[in-house]
C-alpha cells in the first residue's frame, strides 16, 4: 500500500545524498545479520557511519568503491553498540533481501537526489 500523498516541500525536507563506501567490515554482534559501512560523502559532509543489513548479497570484500544513496539529516541511530549516522537506501528483492540505491554512472560524492 502507498504511503500517504506528501507536498513537494515535505520532500525536499530529506535530504537524499550520493556517497561513496570506503570502509566495509562484518557486524556480527547486531541482532540481525549486517554490515557496518563508512561512507565518504565528500567536502561538506565527509565520512558518515551506518550499519546496512544487505549480507544476502554483498559481502564487505565486494562493497569499498561502490556508491549508494542515504539519507543524512536523520539523527543518529544507536544500533547495538553502534552508532549508525545515516540510512543507507535500498529496495527489496523477490525475496525481501535488501538491494542497495546507487546511481548508474559514477557521479560527485555529495550529489543530492532531486
Known amino acids: 500500500m502507498p504511503a500517504a500523498t506528501i507536498g513537494f516541500d515535505d520532500f525536499l525536507k530529506v535530504d537524499i545524498r550520493v556517497g561513496t563506501i570506503v570502509e566495509a567490515t562484518p557486524y556480527p554482534q547486531a541482532r540481525k545479520p549486517a554490515i557496518k559501512l563508512v ?3 565528500g567536502g561538506e559532509i565527509g565520512l558518515k557511519k551506518s550499519s546496512a543489513q544487505i549480507t544476502k ?3 564487505p570484500e565486494q562493497l ?3 556508491q549508494v544513496l ?4 536523520f539523527p543518529p541511530r544507536q544500533i547495538g553498540k553502534f552508532m549508525s549516522e545515516v540510512l543507507t537506501l535500498g529496495v527489496p528483492d523477490a525475496d525481501g533481501e535488501v538491494v542497495l540505491i546507487g546511481p548508474g554512472f559514477e557521479v560527485p560524492r555529495g ?4
Not at 542515504?70 to 539529516?73: E, F, G, I, L, Y
Open 39 to 41: 561512507i565518504d560523502f
Open 57 to 59: 548479497h554483498y559481502t
Open 64 to 66: 569499498p568503491g561502490r
Open 70 to 73: 542515504a539519507v543524512v539529516n
Open 111 to 114: 550529489g543530492r537526489l532531486f
